[in-house]
Nanobody, 127 residues
């Protein structure tokens, strides 16, 4: 099982980024993919989920500027972030839900509910 996150970078406030999480070694029909972020000196926080049944979920503070999508053929889950703000600066991680539920609408928000993590991709928002 592997998750490979990419797409981060240095951007100016107001710009957009699309992060990608490529999954391998398991089937997306059985596992939710979650996105988390961790800012310097802060705890890792849940951002969004794409569940195995195709439902999407967002943290209340992320609604409106964040979208999540999945390309089944590429086994990739994307996190689009629009109107980036300096406070979005963080390392963004994708992770696989610990439990396998075939096409289940499960969106865990706790880090302990995920068993495999990508290496993280750094997003820096600065003028």
């Amino acid at each position: 099982v592997q998750l490979q996150a990419s797409g981060g970078g240095l951007v100016q406030p107001g710009e957009s980024l699309r992060l990608a999480c490529v999954a391998s070694g398991f089937t997306l029909d059985y596992h939710t993919i979650g996105w988390f972020r961790q800012a310097p000196e802060k705890e890792r926080e849940w951002v969004s989920c794409y569940s195995s049944d195709g439902a999407t979920y967002f943290s209340d503070s992320m609604k409106g500027r964040f979208t999540i999508s999945r390309d089944n053929a590429k086994k990739t889950v994307y996190l689009q972030i629009n109107s980036l703000k300096p406070e979005d600066t963080a390392v963004y991680y994708c992770a696989r839900s610990k439990y396998a539920i075939y096409r289940g609408g499960w969106c865990p928000t706790g880090v302990t509910q995920y068993d495999y993590w990508g290496q993280g991709t750094l997003v820096t928002v600065s003028s």
